[in-house]
Nanobody, 125 residues
Framework: QVQLVESGGGLVQAGGSLRLSCAASGRTFSSYGMGWFRQAPGKEREFVAT????????RYADSVKGRFTISRDNPKNTVYLQMNSLKPEDTALYYC??????????????????WGQGTQVTVSS
């Protein structure tokens, strides 16, 4: 069984930064791609970023490109999301997820098989 636990969320002013962490249990963490999604109240879950199992390949939503950076530390079973130049529209519950082995579309939340409970990010204007 895989468990994902996010941390690092909080309240920050516009223009500020936060670093989210996602700690994973299980011995196969380094074999899977990982992703971050977010969901604001009344909105659908939205893809934010993904990283390959090696950490070499990353992809971002256009809305966060150039401001957010996804990374991973396989020996520590942890994936990170560094968020800079935060905007009020970044306010959401942020989830990390494990990408399923057969995934073809990294931006489709249905292709992720394990999810954390989420961590709240609130950006004030």
């Amino acid at each position: 069984q895989v468990q994902l636990v996010e941390s690092g969320g909080g309240l920050v002013q516009a223009g500020g930064s936060l670093r989210l962490s996602c700690a994973a249990s299980g011995r196969t963490f380094s074999s899977y791609g990982m992703g971050w999604f977010r969901q604001a109240p009344g909105k659908e879950r939205e893809f934010v970023a993904t990283i390959s199992w090696t950490g070499v390949i990353t992809r971002y939503a256009d809305s966060v490109k150039g401001r957010f950076t996804i990374s991973r530390d396989n020996p520590k079973n942890t994936v990170y999301l560094q968020m800079n130049s935060l905007k009020p529209e970044d306010t959401a519950l942020y989830y990390c997820a494990r990408r399923s082995a057969a995934s073809r579309d990294y931006s489709d939340y249905e292709e992720y098989d394990y999810w954390g409970q989420g961590t709240q990010v609130t950006v004030s204007s």
